[in-house]
Protein backbone atom coordinates (compact mmCIF):
# COMPACT_ATOMS: atom_id res chain seq x y z
CA UNK A 1 0.00 0.00 0.00
CA UNK A 2 2.73 2.50 0.14
CA UNK A 3 3.28 5.22 -1.51
CA UNK A 4 -0.16 4.53 -3.21
CA UNK A 5 -3.10 7.11 -3.65
CA UNK A 6 -5.78 6.19 -0.91
CA UNK A 7 -9.44 5.84 -2.25
CA UNK A 8 -10.99 7.97 0.20
CA UNK A 9 -14.17 7.31 -1.61
CA UNK A 10 -14.59 3.98 -0.32
CA UNK A 11 -15.56 5.32 2.71
CA UNK A 12 -19.02 6.65 1.25
CA UNK A 13 -18.83 10.64 3.12
CA UNK A 14 -21.80 12.37 3.03
CA UNK A 15 -20.75 15.31 0.79
CA UNK A 16 -21.81 18.24 0.33
CA UNK A 17 -23.16 17.54 3.33
CA UNK A 18 -27.23 18.78 4.47
CA UNK A 19 -28.04 22.14 4.79
CA UNK A 20 -30.98 22.42 7.22
CA UNK A 21 -33.32 25.59 8.12
CA UNK A 22 -33.80 25.79 12.07
CA UNK A 23 -37.31 27.73 12.95
CA UNK A 24 -36.20 29.73 16.22
CA UNK A 25 -37.91 32.79 17.38
CA UNK A 26 -34.49 34.00 19.28
CA UNK A 27 -33.36 34.81 15.71
CA UNK A 28 -36.88 35.35 13.59
CA UNK A 29 -37.41 38.27 15.90
CA UNK A 30 -34.41 40.36 14.75
CA UNK A 31 -35.21 38.96 11.39
CA UNK A 32 -32.88 36.55 11.07
CA UNK A 33 -32.55 33.00 9.60
CA UNK A 34 -30.59 30.47 10.90
CA UNK A 35 -29.44 27.57 9.00
CA UNK A 36 -27.15 24.60 10.46
CA UNK A 37 -24.83 23.15 7.70
CA UNK A 38 -24.58 19.52 9.09
CA UNK A 39 -21.28 18.11 8.45
CA UNK A 40 -21.50 16.00 12.37
CA UNK A 41 -23.15 13.88 9.07
CA UNK A 42 -20.27 13.46 6.77
CA UNK A 43 -19.14 10.15 8.33
CA UNK A 44 -19.63 8.50 11.62
CA UNK A 45 -15.98 8.01 11.88
CA UNK A 46 -14.58 11.25 10.83
CA UNK A 47 -17.21 13.94 11.47
CA UNK A 48 -17.38 17.57 10.49
CA UNK A 49 -13.99 19.10 9.90
CA UNK A 50 -12.50 15.66 10.67
CA UNK A 51 -13.65 14.34 7.24
CA UNK A 52 -12.17 17.78 5.30
CA UNK A 53 -9.09 18.41 7.25
CA UNK A 54 -8.05 14.60 7.08
CA UNK A 55 -8.95 13.82 3.55
CA UNK A 56 -6.05 15.72 1.88
CA UNK A 57 -3.23 15.01 4.52
CA UNK A 58 -4.56 11.29 4.02
CA UNK A 59 -3.98 11.38 0.29
CA UNK A 60 -0.61 13.37 0.71
CA UNK A 61 0.47 10.40 3.22
CA UNK A 62 -0.52 7.51 0.86
CA UNK A 63 -0.41 4.83 3.12
CA UNK A 64 3.14 5.53 4.75
CA UNK A 65 2.07 5.83 9.11
CA UNK A 66 0.76 9.06 10.47
CA UNK A 67 1.48 10.07 13.70
CA UNK A 68 -0.19 12.82 14.98
CA UNK A 69 -0.84 14.52 18.32
CA UNK A 70 -3.52 15.14 21.17
CA UNK A 71 -4.39 15.04 24.49
CA UNK A 72 -6.51 12.54 26.60
CA UNK A 73 -9.75 13.10 24.95
CA UNK A 74 -8.64 14.22 21.81
CA UNK A 75 -11.49 13.59 18.65
CA UNK A 76 -8.78 14.25 16.25
CA UNK A 77 -6.60 11.16 17.88
CA UNK A 78 -9.86 8.97 17.15
CA UNK A 79 -10.39 10.05 14.15
CA UNK A 80 -6.92 9.65 12.97
CA UNK A 81 -7.12 6.02 14.48
CA UNK A 82 -10.69 5.40 12.63
CA UNK A 83 -9.15 6.22 9.40
CA UNK A 84 -6.67 4.16 9.81
CA UNK A 85 -8.45 1.17 10.45
CA UNK A 86 -10.39 1.89 7.80
CA UNK A 87 -8.21 2.21 4.86
CA UNK A 88 -5.44 -0.34 6.75
CA UNK A 89 -2.66 2.45 7.77
CA UNK A 90 -0.75 2.39 10.76
CA UNK A 91 -1.31 5.38 13.24
CA UNK A 92 1.12 7.01 16.33
CA UNK A 93 -1.02 8.95 18.29
CA UNK A 94 1.48 10.72 20.36
CA UNK A 95 -0.69 11.89 23.87
CA UNK A 96 0.12 14.80 26.54
CA UNK A 97 0.58 13.46 29.95
CA UNK A 98 3.01 11.37 30.93
CA UNK A 99 1.05 10.42 33.92
CA UNK A 100 -1.51 8.71 32.05
CA UNK A 101 0.80 5.77 30.62
CA UNK A 102 0.26 4.12 34.24
CA UNK A 103 -3.05 4.29 34.66
CA UNK A 104 -6.40 2.35 32.76
CA UNK A 105 -6.99 3.86 29.21
CA UNK A 106 -9.97 6.62 29.44
CA UNK A 107 -12.82 5.25 26.86
CA UNK A 108 -11.54 7.94 23.93
CA UNK A 109 -8.08 6.46 23.91
CA UNK A 110 -9.31 2.99 24.48
CA UNK A 111 -10.69 3.08 21.01
CA UNK A 112 -7.89 4.57 19.39
CA UNK A 113 -6.13 1.80 20.43
CA UNK A 114 -9.10 -0.54 19.56
CA UNK A 115 -8.53 1.36 15.90
CA UNK A 116 -4.78 0.24 16.08
CA UNK A 117 -3.12 3.15 16.75
CA UNK A 118 -0.50 2.72 18.73
CA UNK A 119 -0.40 5.43 21.80
CA UNK A 120 2.99 7.27 23.18
CA UNK A 121 2.70 9.20 26.35
CA UNK A 122 4.97 12.12 26.81
CA UNK A 123 5.12 14.77 29.79
CA UNK A 124 3.44 18.24 29.16
CA UNK A 125 6.72 19.78 28.70
CA UNK A 126 7.89 17.85 25.97
CA UNK A 127 3.91 17.92 24.67
CA UNK A 128 4.44 22.01 24.44
CA UNK A 129 7.63 21.67 22.36
CA UNK A 130 6.46 18.98 19.91
CA UNK A 131 7.33 20.59 17.13
CA UNK A 132 10.51 21.03 17.87
CA UNK A 133 13.49 19.46 15.53
CA UNK A 134 14.80 17.51 18.67
CA UNK A 135 11.22 16.19 19.45
CA UNK A 136 10.27 15.45 16.00
CA UNK A 137 13.27 13.41 15.46
CA UNK A 138 13.23 11.51 18.91
CA UNK A 139 9.69 10.40 17.67
CA UNK A 140 10.63 9.88 14.19
CA UNK A 141 13.59 7.34 15.94
CA UNK A 142 11.60 5.37 17.86
CA UNK A 143 8.30 4.67 15.05
CA UNK A 144 10.27 5.40 12.09
CA UNK A 145 9.36 7.24 8.99
CA UNK A 146 5.64 8.83 9.44
CA UNK A 147 3.93 11.50 8.34
CA UNK A 148 3.47 14.25 10.59
CA UNK A 149 0.43 15.81 11.42
CA UNK A 150 -0.18 19.06 14.07
CA UNK A 151 -2.35 18.68 17.03
CA UNK A 152 -6.04 19.19 15.46
CA UNK A 153 -4.72 18.08 12.17
CA UNK A 154 -4.10 21.77 11.30
CA UNK A 155 -2.16 22.54 8.38
CA UNK A 156 -1.55 24.28 5.32
CA UNK A 157 -3.63 20.99 3.24
CA UNK A 158 -6.22 21.05 5.92
CA UNK A 159 -7.01 24.66 5.95
CA UNK A 160 -7.13 23.49 1.64
CA UNK A 161 -9.59 21.03 1.95
CA UNK A 162 -11.90 23.19 4.15
CA UNK A 163 -12.44 25.44 1.51
CA UNK A 164 -14.74 22.83 0.21
CA UNK A 165 -17.32 23.71 3.06
CA UNK A 166 -17.01 27.12 1.90
CA UNK A 167 -17.64 26.17 -1.56
CA UNK A 168 -20.64 24.24 -0.49
CA UNK A 169 -21.89 27.17 0.97
CA UNK A 170 -21.36 29.90 -1.58
CA UNK A 171 -24.79 31.83 -1.46
CA UNK A 172 -26.36 30.65 1.91
CA UNK A 173 -25.91 32.84 4.59
CA UNK A 174 -24.34 36.39 5.03
CA UNK A 175 -22.45 35.11 7.83
CA UNK A 176 -20.98 31.38 8.53
CA UNK A 177 -19.92 31.16 11.97
CA UNK A 178 -17.99 27.82 13.02
CA UNK A 179 -16.25 27.19 16.69
CA UNK A 180 -12.34 27.09 16.25
CA UNK A 181 -9.81 25.70 18.17
CA UNK A 182 -6.75 25.03 16.14
CA UNK A 183 -8.15 27.62 13.46
CA UNK A 184 -7.77 25.31 10.26
CA UNK A 185 -11.66 25.09 9.34
CA UNK A 186 -12.17 28.72 9.43
CA UNK A 187 -8.65 29.45 7.31
CA UNK A 188 -10.39 26.92 4.68
CA UNK A 189 -14.17 27.87 5.19
CA UNK A 190 -13.72 32.24 5.09
CA UNK A 191 -11.02 31.45 1.62
CA UNK A 192 -13.99 29.49 0.10
CA UNK A 193 -17.09 31.52 0.60
CA UNK A 194 -18.58 33.50 -2.26
CA UNK A 195 -18.41 37.55 -2.26
CA UNK A 196 -20.15 39.63 0.13
CA UNK A 197 -20.24 36.41 2.96
CA UNK A 198 -18.64 36.65 6.12
CA UNK A 199 -16.53 33.44 8.28
CA UNK A 200 -17.14 34.24 11.95
CA UNK A 201 -15.19 32.00 14.11
CA UNK A 202 -16.00 31.39 18.36
CA UNK A 203 -12.88 30.45 19.46
CA UNK A 204 -13.07 27.47 22.50
CA UNK A 205 -9.73 28.60 24.06
CA UNK A 206 -9.23 31.54 25.58
CA UNK A 207 -6.12 33.34 25.55
CA UNK A 208 -6.09 35.66 22.35
CA UNK A 209 -3.93 34.19 19.96
CA UNK A 210 -6.03 32.91 17.28
CA UNK A 211 -5.84 35.47 14.49
CA UNK A 212 -2.69 35.05 13.95
CA UNK A 213 -2.65 31.25 13.59
CA UNK A 214 -5.05 31.54 10.96
CA UNK A 215 -4.01 34.58 9.69
CA UNK A 216 -0.15 32.12 9.15
CA UNK A 217 -2.46 29.48 8.03
CA UNK A 218 -3.91 31.57 5.26
CA UNK A 219 -0.30 32.82 4.18
CA UNK A 220 0.95 29.34 4.34
CA UNK A 221 -2.44 27.81 2.30
CA UNK A 222 -3.11 30.54 -0.03
CA UNK A 223 -0.43 32.83 -0.29
CA UNK A 224 -2.59 35.66 1.71
CA UNK A 225 -4.83 36.88 4.19
CA UNK A 226 -7.86 34.77 2.19
CA UNK A 227 -11.91 36.40 2.27
CA UNK A 228 -13.83 37.93 4.95
CA UNK A 229 -13.34 36.76 8.25
CA UNK A 230 -13.78 37.96 12.20
CA UNK A 231 -13.10 36.00 15.54
CA UNK A 232 -15.26 36.51 18.30
CA UNK A 233 -13.18 36.17 21.75
CA UNK A 234 -15.89 36.06 24.76
CA UNK A 235 -17.62 32.39 24.40
CA UNK A 236 -14.73 30.03 25.33
CA UNK A 237 -16.82 29.64 28.75
CA UNK A 238 -13.44 29.43 30.49
CA UNK A 239 -11.23 27.36 28.06
CA UNK A 240 -10.77 24.12 27.00
CA UNK A 241 -12.98 21.97 27.83
CA UNK A 242 -14.47 24.16 30.13
CA UNK A 243 -18.20 24.47 30.39
CA UNK A 244 -20.98 25.92 32.97
CA UNK A 245 -24.47 25.17 33.72
CA UNK A 246 -25.67 27.81 31.81
CA UNK A 247 -23.96 26.49 28.62
CA UNK A 248 -25.28 22.81 29.22
CA UNK A 249 -28.86 24.29 30.09
CA UNK A 250 -28.72 26.37 26.63
CA UNK A 251 -27.52 23.24 24.70
CA UNK A 252 -29.94 20.95 26.39
CA UNK A 253 -32.68 23.21 25.12
CA UNK A 254 -31.60 23.50 21.62
CA UNK A 255 -31.69 19.98 21.62
CA UNK A 256 -35.39 20.03 22.35
CA UNK A 257 -36.25 23.08 20.06
CA UNK A 258 -34.39 21.42 17.11
CA UNK A 259 -33.65 18.05 17.20
CA UNK A 260 -30.27 18.16 17.53
CA UNK A 261 -27.56 16.38 19.40
CA UNK A 262 -25.02 18.81 20.65
CA UNK A 263 -21.76 18.66 21.45
CA UNK A 264 -20.89 20.55 23.99
CA UNK A 265 -17.20 21.74 23.90
CA UNK A 266 -17.58 23.10 20.07
CA UNK A 267 -20.90 22.97 18.77
CA UNK A 268 -23.03 24.43 22.26
CA UNK A 269 -20.25 27.64 22.55
CA UNK A 270 -20.68 28.27 18.80
CA UNK A 271 -24.73 28.07 18.95
CA UNK A 272 -24.94 30.34 22.08
CA UNK A 273 -22.89 32.89 20.84
CA UNK A 274 -24.74 33.44 17.62
CA UNK A 275 -28.19 33.55 20.12
CA UNK A 276 -26.55 36.07 22.12
CA UNK A 277 -25.53 37.68 18.86
CA UNK A 278 -28.44 37.79 16.97
CA UNK A 279 -30.18 39.38 20.79
CA UNK A 280 -27.43 42.01 20.61
CA UNK A 281 -28.54 42.91 17.12
CA UNK A 282 -25.11 42.08 15.57
CA UNK A 283 -27.16 40.48 11.92
CA UNK A 284 -28.91 42.80 9.96
CA UNK A 285 -32.63 42.13 9.38
CA UNK A 286 -33.55 39.91 6.44
CA UNK A 287 -30.07 38.32 6.19
CA UNK A 288 -29.18 34.69 6.94
CA UNK A 289 -26.23 33.22 9.65
CA UNK A 290 -25.53 29.73 8.98
CA UNK A 291 -23.76 27.63 11.80
CA UNK A 292 -21.36 25.23 10.92
CA UNK A 293 -22.13 21.99 13.40
CA UNK A 294 -19.10 20.50 13.40
CA UNK A 295 -19.20 17.27 15.69
CA UNK A 296 -21.72 14.71 17.66
CA UNK A 297 -22.03 14.85 21.20
CA UNK A 298 -19.26 12.04 22.65
CA UNK A 299 -21.14 10.51 25.19
CA UNK A 300 -17.46 9.57 26.48
CA UNK A 301 -15.78 12.62 26.51
CA UNK A 302 -15.25 14.31 30.15
CA UNK A 303 -18.28 15.87 31.94
CA UNK A 304 -19.32 19.55 32.90
CA UNK A 305 -15.80 20.59 33.91
CA UNK A 306 -13.38 18.54 31.48
CA UNK A 307 -10.43 17.30 32.04
CA UNK A 308 -7.87 19.09 34.62
CA UNK A 309 -5.24 20.75 31.81
CA UNK A 310 -8.21 22.34 29.98
CA UNK A 311 -6.30 24.96 28.88
CA UNK A 312 -4.76 23.44 25.44
CA UNK A 313 -5.75 22.81 22.15
CA UNK A 314 -5.02 19.75 21.56
CA UNK A 315 -8.41 18.04 21.69
CA UNK A 316 -9.12 20.54 18.77
CA UNK A 317 -10.83 21.09 15.56
Known sequence: MHHEALDLSRLQPVLPSPLQPAEDERFARHGVTLLLKRDDLIHPDLPGNKWRKLAPNLRAAAGRTVLTFGGAYSNHLRATAAAGRLLGFPTVGVVRGDELAARPLNPSLARCAADGMRLHFVDRATYRSKAAPEVLDGLLSLFGACTVLPEGGSNALAAQGCTALGHELRGQGDTVAVACGTGGTLAGLAAGLGPGQRALGIPVLRGGFLEDVVLNLQ?????????????????????????????????????????LPVERLYVAKLLYALTALAQEGAFARGSTVTAVITGRPDRRAPGPTGPSDTQSPSDSR
Open 219 to 259: HEAFGSRSGQWSLDERFHFGGYARTTPELHAFADDFEDRHG
